[in-house]
């Protein structure tokens, strides 16, 4: 399945004029620790499946379907069976603005079954399979319509992640309305503002919160804190720095708001799995 890999990093080979890749794997083999800027849908049609990301072990039961983020590393043991596996370019989704909010429910894996949600595994088992038909359809819009399909799923698991943060948070639909409101603020905030030096103080300024409020608060309502959202944030901004052959790495580091190359490096790679320099080879590689 893997035709393209160098190191650790998979270039996925899209079909001429498609940004989509769909396997329907039946092979017995390992896939090594890999990782690509796709976004990875796997959903096993006969005997179950493992696939680890990190250092977390997912046993995927058959109709349950494991999304995996782009540029997780992850592996897959040689298993008998069928599964379908999924890909798609992460910058039609990952780059739109207006697709922000959806996205936030890819900033880690998830295994959706019925436990997670029964509903959400039923969509997400129609969502493969449809993903199936026009894939093999290949007409004119069918690409439009699987991005169409993977938008509406991730906006429905944005809405249980967002509902279960509401049950967590003890709080009612107005209040959560509030917080959508001020932390689309806050984003905006940062979106502009990533190069510079962000604080705490200001952030929670932005949000009409206090300091400790507003960091409790974000970490509950995104699951990550706010530090990690604005590295995340500026680590974006690095890879389409990275990818212009001309900008030395430290004047990539200084334009995304990190205060030193080495603080750079290490955000980079802990997010990213390889270092700066890797992923500037990689990309003028490929």
Known sequence: MIKHLSGDYETVEYDSQRSVMLYDNVQTEAYPVHWHNAVELVMPLKNPYTVTVGNVDYHIQENE???IPSCDLHSMEAIPGRR????????????????????RALSSPILITDEYNRD??????????????????HTELSDVRIYSL???????IREQQLEQ???????????ITEYSEKFGVVF???????MYDITLDQLADVAGYSKYHFSRIFKQYNSMSYLQYINARRTKAAEHLLLDPDIPITEVAMRSGFKSLTTFNRI????????PTDFKKLYAVH
């Open 268 to 275: 980079f790679k802990d997010i990213k799995h390889c270092t």
């Open 165 to 175: 943060s509401k049950i967590e948070m003890d709080c009612d639909d107005d209040t």
């Open 120 to 137: 959400l595994r039923r969509l997400a088992k129609k969502t493969m399979l449809d993903i199936f038909s026009l894939y093999n359809a």
């Open 65 to 67: 379907v494991l999304f």
């Open 188 to 194: 905006k905030y940062i979106d502009n503002n990533y």
């Open 150 to 156: 993977i938008v509406e799923l991730l906006t429905a």
């Open 84 to 103: 379908l596996i999924f890909q798609c370019d992460n910058s039609v989704l990952g780059d739109l603005p207006v697709l922000e909010p959806v996205m």
